[in-house]
């Protein structure tokens, strides 16, 4: 077993009868209504909690739960940049034991964008937070024009540690930025195909443990309904997720919330460069 995020799972190395696991309501619907009750009935073997499949049930009892303090200083942030269409941007945040979305923007904008990350970063050092790490989107290059304007001093200044902070405490004070490729290399690569797969997949193991605040209604399809399948990389088996393209195509929506729920929620290894775990 492993500590994700403040929770506990174990690794299964077996893959579902099924090669496509659907994760919608209508999937979920004659199902047990928990995760130990999946495990008590053996339905693991046909849609196992590996692989990040999250379940109506697991979002009703985060928006349902009492949010437990993990860290009083340490905040993560997603920011995901509207494109053309229907495409909506977010910026969600995971603090305090609690996920919600701070802001939806249905513009390009990067200033915008900019703007709300400075009331997010000036609310959470209110808090007393000293530690944010923002994730952006580098999907087109929309995201890029948003790190130029708060990748800066000003940002970074915010979360600088006073003359008199004691050694011990300095590493606790930290501004930073990171790009984020969907189809780049996930960190497990015997395990994921890329990226956003290793992403959802790591991201619904935290969600187990975390409180959703006033979840947008698109929420709950945008994480259950999305579809997983098996392909070939480097000679190895690997779960992938259905890409967005794909999803909007299906659902006539793009999941925007569910990208920026996930990504706030995911754990810090998932982001490490130069970490990797075979």
């Not at 209504?33 to 979002?59: C, F, K, Q, Y």
């Not at 540690?161 to 969907?182: G, L, Q």
């Not at 925007?256 to 810090?268: E, Q, T």
Request: glycine fraction near 10%; charge should be neutral; include cysteine.
């Amino acid at each position: 077993q492993r500590n994700i995020g403040g929770q506990f799972r174990a690794q299964r190395g077996h893959r579902p009868h099924h090669r496509r696991v659907p994760v919608g309501v209508e999937a979920c619907a004659h199902l047990p209504h928990s995760r130990a009750d999946h495990r008590e009935v053996g339905i693991e073997e046909i849609h196992p909690v590996t692989g990040g499949e999250i379940l109506v049930a697991d979002i009703a009892a985060a928006a349902d739960r009492e949010p437990v303090v993990d860290d009083p200083f340490g905040a993560r942030a997603w920011i995901d940049v509207a494109r053309d269409g229907g495409d909506w941007g977010t910026i969600w945040v995971r603090y305090a034991g609690r996920c919600w979305r701070w802001a939806r923007i249905h513009k390009s904008d990067y200033h915008l964008y900019a703007g709300k990350a400075k009331e997010l970063c000036e609310y959470l050092r209110a808090q007393g937070v000293t530690d944010i790490w923002f994730r952006i989107d580098n999907g087109g290059g929309y995201g890029g024009g948003v790190k130029d304007l708060i990748d800066v001093p000003a940002f970074h200044e915010m979360f600088v540690p006073p003359e008199d902070t004691p050694r011990e405490e300095i590493e606790k004070w930290s501004f930073k930025v990171t790009m984020v490729n969907f189809g780049g290399n996930a960190r497990q690569k015997k395990k994921y195909a890329n990226k956003i797969t290793e992403i959802y997949a790591e991201a619904a193991e935290v969600l187990l443990g975390v409180k959703l605040v006033d979840p947008p209604p698109e929420l709950k399809g945008d994480l259950t309904e999305r579809e997983y399948d098996w392909t070939l990389k480097d000679g190895r088996e690997v779960k992938i997720i259905e890409s967005k393209k794909i999803f909007t195509k299906r659902k006539k929506r793009s999941p925007d919330d569910g990208d920026g729920c996930n990504l706030a929620l995911a754990p810090d290894f998932v982001f490490n460069a130069g970490w990797s775990w075979a």
